[in-house]
Nanobody, 123 residues
């Protein structure tokens, strides 16, 4: 059974940084596509980063420059380093895994999702 457990969210002031972690289990880590998504109240879910089978990392234009995704295959864990945070980054951040496809930031091919971790950025 695929399991994803996020951690590291919290309250931070604008301009600050947070590092989210996603511990994965139940699947072969480097054969999957793993992404970070976020959803703010009243807004659609959006992708913020993705690692394709531990080979390449991708970001939508909106996340380039401030967010960095990395992975530790020995720990089956991915991370999302978020710098220069803004109040509009406030959202629940989810880790998701897909056994097929590419880094689709719509999330359409991601079949497994974590429970999410809340990130709140105060102004």
């Amino acid at each position: 059974e695929v399991q994803l457990v996020e951690s590291g969210g919290g309250l931070v002031q604008a301009g600050g940084s947070l590092r989210l972690s996603c511990a994965a289990s139940g699947f072969t880590f480097d054969r999957y596509v793993i992404g970070w998504f976020r959803q703010a109240p009243g807004k659609e879910r959006e992708g913020v980063s993705c690692i394709w089978r531990s080979r390449s990392t991708h970001y939508p234009n909106s996340a380039k420059g401030r967010f960095t995704m990395s992975s530790d295959n020995t720990k089956n864990t991915v991370y999302l380093q978020m710098n220069s945070l803004k109040p509009e980054d406030t959202a629940v951040y989810f880790c998701a895994a897909a056994s097929w496809g590419l880094c689709d930031f719509s999330g359409a091919n991601f079949g497994s999702w974590g429970q999410g971790t809340q990130v709140t950025v105060s102004s």
